[in-house]
């Protein structure tokens, strides 16, 4: 079974911190990718990475930045956490290729204060 | 623009019926759809898909259909259960973007089934 494991379920994190977000998986998949899940608004794409070292933006990077050092560790980092950011973030991977099946972590619930 | 809709945030229905969750798109590249299913403070999980090459695809009980004309797929699940209470995410990916493209994702539906 693919594996996506996020470091934390829940964090609690005060304005203006910098926020950092792992995640693990260890299906050796090529993409990666960082959402938020907002009521209402569905699962919005912030970044995704398709290799090692490389980062695309989705659709709401604004506030946010990325760092993929290694094919299966993505990380997701908040420069400096703001309450607009209090959400569920949902890390997933996958295979490239036409199936395209994401295969995401359980979350963590972030809450800025 | 929402590229991916799902219209009715919510549905409520009987065990043992039939539950339709429906999704409407308007990017007629997208090419392939997915449907994810979320238990709360759970990530999704993936439940079916389906190729535009196809009309139908089915897994036990789910059964995905697919309109291009119309740009509207369908979910439905015979018989629902209450384990099946969840929200419910319809996504697609765009096939001009590359093999490698992200998924775009509807607002999703939540399903309560009664016992």
């Known amino acids: 079974d693919v594996k996506v494991t996020q470091s934390s379920r829940y964090l609690v994190k005060r304005t203006g911190e910098k926020v950092f977000l792992e995640c693990v998986q260890d299906m050796d ?13 569905g699962l919005r794409l912030i970044y995704f990475s398709y290799d090692v070292k490389m980062k695309e933006k989705g659709d709401i990077p604004e506030g946010y930045s990325v760092s993929r050092e290694k094919k299966e560790r ?23 290729g036409a199936k395209n099946i994401q295969y995401f972590g359980a979350g963590t619930r972030l809450s800025v204060l | 623009d929402q590229q991916v809709k799902q219209n009715s945030p919510s549905l409520s ?30 990530g999704p ?44 995410f319809c996504a697609a990916r765009d096939l001009g973007t590359g093999a490698n493209s992200k998924l775009t994702f509807g607002k999703g539906i939540t399903l309560s089934v009664r016992p």
Request: charged share 20%; net charge negative.
């Open chain 2, 13 to 42: 229905v009987q065990e043992g019926r039939i539950s339709i969750l429906n999704c409407d798109y308007t990017n007629s590249m997208f090419d392939y759809f997915l449907w994810y299913k979320k238990y709360p403070a759970e």
């Open chain 2, 45 to 88: 999980t993936f439940l079916i898909s389906i190729s535009s090459i196809k009309d139908k695809n089915e897994d036990g009980r789910f059964t995905v259909f697919l309109n291009k004309s119309a740009k509207h797929l369908s979910l439905h699940i015979v018989p629902s259960q209450p384990g099946d209470s969840a929200v419910y």
């Open chain 1, 74 to 96: 993505f990380s997701l980092i908040l420069e400096s956490a703001s309450t607009n950011q209090t959400s569920m973030y949902l890390c997933a991977s996958s295979l490239p």
């Open chain 1, 29 to 41: 998949h090529e993409n990666m990718f960082w959402y938020r899940q907002d009521p209402g608004l």
